[in-house]
């Protein structure tokens, strides 16, 4: 599953950990989608990195799964939102629409 700019969004890709967070210095992103088990850094490592980043702040974060986890009130706590792979790409549209509206 996959968003495009066809969907109305500007999408940027990181594949290593270390690069994604550099480019969240540097691109200053509305908003943050990261899979909990990434090579390098799990997205939780990440989401802490990003928090950590002045310019990103407390702006949301979508974790994308493909299984629930373990600690759903940890996840939470340092996002915004949380949805499992599998689901329908409008699914993923509507929730990353939501949370950009939250923030403008």
Do not use: H, W
Request: charged share 25%; glycine share 6%; proline share 6%.
């Amino acid at each position: 599953m996959f968003l495009t700019e066809d969907d109305s969004f500007t999408v940027i890709t990181e594949n290593e950990a270390v690069l994604a967070l550099d480019r969240i210095k540097n691109c200053e992103p509305d908003l943050l989608i990261l899979d909990l088990n990434m090579p390098g850094m799990t997205g939780m490592e990440i989401a802490r990195g990003a928090r950590d980043i002045q310019t990103f702040g407390q702006r949301p974060i979508l974790f994308f799964g493909g299984r629930p986890p373990q600690n759903l009130e940890t996840i939470t706590n340092a996002s915004t939102e949380y949805l499992m792979k599998g689901r329908p790409i409008q699914d993923l549209v509507a929730t990353v629409n939501r949370m950009l509206r939250r923030i403008q």
